[in-house]
């Protein structure tokens, strides 16, 4: 089984900061991609940012700048940072995670987290 947990949701004033956690467990054998997908109500999901495990990213052009995606050492933590927050990012932020369970890591799959919640007031 594999489980990704977010945590550091809230709500904050704009101009704010926000860090997100996912924290992904179970039997991994290696983490391809990892990213944060966001949900406003009555919107689309919409991906905000990712990174590969070689480190590449990439980023929404509403978050550019403001936001930044990164990695734990074991690369079964991704986190992001959520700067100059604006009220148009109140959403259900949600970690996604494309990884392998066995060594034949060219068959991935692709997990959820439950979402966090993230308030910016005006």
């Known amino acids: 089984q594999v489980q990704l947990v977010e945590s550091g949701g809230g709500l904050v004033q704009a101009g704010g900061s926000l860090r997100l956690s996912c924290a992904a467990s179970g039997s991994i054998f290696s983490i391809n991609v990892m990213a944060w997908y966001r949900q406003a109500p009555g919107k689309q999901r919409e991906l905000v940012a990712s990174v590969r495990s070689g480190g590449s990213t990439k980023y929404a052009d509403s978050v550019k700048g403001r936001f930044t995606i990164s990695r734990d050492n074991a690369e079964n933590t991704v986190f992001l940072q959520l700067n100059s927050l604006k009220p148009e990012d109140t959403a259900v932020y949600y970690c996604?995670?494309?990884?392998?369970?066995?060594?034949?890591?060219?068959?991935?799959?692709?997990?959820w987290g439950q979402g966090t919640q993230v308030t910016v007031s005006s």
């Open positions: 996604n995670a494309e990884l392998s369970t066995t060594q034949a890591s060219h068959l991935t799959f692709s997990y």
